[in-house]
């Protein structure tokens, strides 16, 4: 356990503020928020603090500690909400975005904006972009489908403009179902306004295109249009179809989103219910593991969720009383722009909205766990048994894996992947380009890679410093590395596989090697089968990984080799080449007319063209 921070608690000011909680290595591992400062912080630095197991083991790690004044509570909350997302520390409550539930983006930014699925809230909302959900997967399918039903969307992977008039228009055009922006004669604005009501729709707007769909296909028909206004009617009908599937839960037809809320001895489910016009048109389940305080959770959620958000509605429906409302309304009124109403209801139909939320709650946490959602408490055991293999005594949450290749002694690299909780945090996965060296030497390959990522444990676009590295080998791999990392309080130990690659044990920084092959009447078959699991997960992660590169680097390969065999083809129409057709399939498939027309010069046109036809005849 860390020296406690020797601490002046006078000269700590009685402002409202934000504090940051620091462990040995200078990683954030708690934000919090405070209306006197002084007097939270007396609370951690007491002689004998009190308080569940999770805070007491959050104090037993702090090293040190900043905070930040801020000019009133409304400000903190804020604060305290952007630095939980920047830094993700351990011990507070995170939405964690393990790309379990994915999103519909609008690039709004683009010129012709593209509606897509994806599994994070990126950078680009700064620019624009627009975040739905987050969805059930087959909610999300059913979503995409039904757009695509009601509204005349591209579905090609053209980009546009750069791929305006290179191509005929597809099929879907001449059904109807593509408004075909390909052809070079839908100015963006067109586009862009059949963009507008996909927005509406993900919005839950469907009053208004109920009557919009409506009046285009009566207009249609009185025109005698009979083709267009079947396709209306078309439209019409599957918006209808969506309605019907929908519950209608309120009769005032005011925006809210409704917070619903269980918990087991094993972990808290939080449901969403998004009410627009009255109807529930999204449903979406969040879990927390056990000993969270339920109004900490809400809180968490409202603070973490709605920045990113495209629409805030008007009312937030939430299921207890909550200390910090006020706050939290302040803030998510000032995001909208207008006043957001955090209420507890008491009475009338409020209430049985609330209800209706809260048995949502239940049974999809009664679904979680039985289909093995509470599997997060045998999983929290061995991630323990596992911290204590290794010799780590505060707690083992952040695990990075290297795993290090090259293809046929060339293109050396190293790929990293990270478990966090026992699970994988994608986001922070990283390939890294080695030095050319002696592509048997694995552990040069290891130290060189190890080198680089402990020079940024700094580096935030990395995440938080780990807690255990682990590296593909045994005796060799580990001893080849630990100077590297025996100073930083970070614990090391190396996957040991057998002949035929499967996980066999762990060897821990001492040289030892635990075996967990299971034999008849072994006191400890659970515990071995549970950590064996878990360790090869993260090692077929890592290869999975290292694997995705190494296809990459071969198919690059291939295509230099195969276009460095024509005559006159260089690097720079090589990747002309490329950027015209994506593929090597497409350039062979190429007629000569085809390569002209995407701007290659006849001279190389007819010498690829030459190259895979005739020479083949």
Known sequence: MPERPD??????PTEPGVY???DKSGSVIYVGKAGNLRNRLTYYFSPAPEGDAKVLAMISRIASFDYIVTANELEAFILEANLIKENKPHYNILLRDDKEYPYICVTWQDMYPRVMKTFHIGRDVRQGALY???????????????IHDIFPLKTCKRVFPRDIGKERPCLNYYIGRCIAPCKGDVPSSAYRAVIADVCRFL?????????????KMTEASDDLRFEEAARWRDRLVALERLLKAQHVVAADKVDRDVIGIASNEAESCLIKVEVREGRAIRIVPF????GEDLPAIIKAFLSQHYPDMPFVPAEILVPLDLTDADAAEASLTAMKGARVKIIHPKRGERVSILQFANENAKQNLLRHTLMGGAGQSRLDETLKQ????????????????YDVSHLGGADRSASLVVFSGGKPERQAYRHFKLHEGDARDDYEAMREVLTRRLKRLDDKSFGQVPDLILVDGGRGQVSAVQPLVKDLGIALAGIVKDRRHRTRGLVTADGIVHELSVTEGDSDRAKKIALWRLLTAIQDE?????????????NKRQTRWTLESIPGVGPARRKKLMQAFGTMAAIEAASVDQLLEKGIDRRTAEAVHRHYHEEKT
């Open 20 to 22: 940051l909680m620091k």
């Open 386 to 401: 596992l911290a204590e293999l290794v010799g780590l005594t505060g707690g083992l949450e952040r695990i990075e894996a």
């Open 542 to 554: 890592a290869h999975r990984f290292a694997g995705r590169l190494r296809k990459k680097q071969e």
């Open 287 to 290: 879990f927390f593991e056990k």
């Open 132 to 146: 739905y959900g987050p969805y059930l997967s087959g909610d999300l399918y059913h979503a995409l489908k039904t």
């Open 7 to 12: 601490v002046r608690l006078d000269l700590i």
């Open 203 to 215: 919005e839950g707007r469907y009053d208004g295109l109920l009557g919009e769909l409506k009046a």
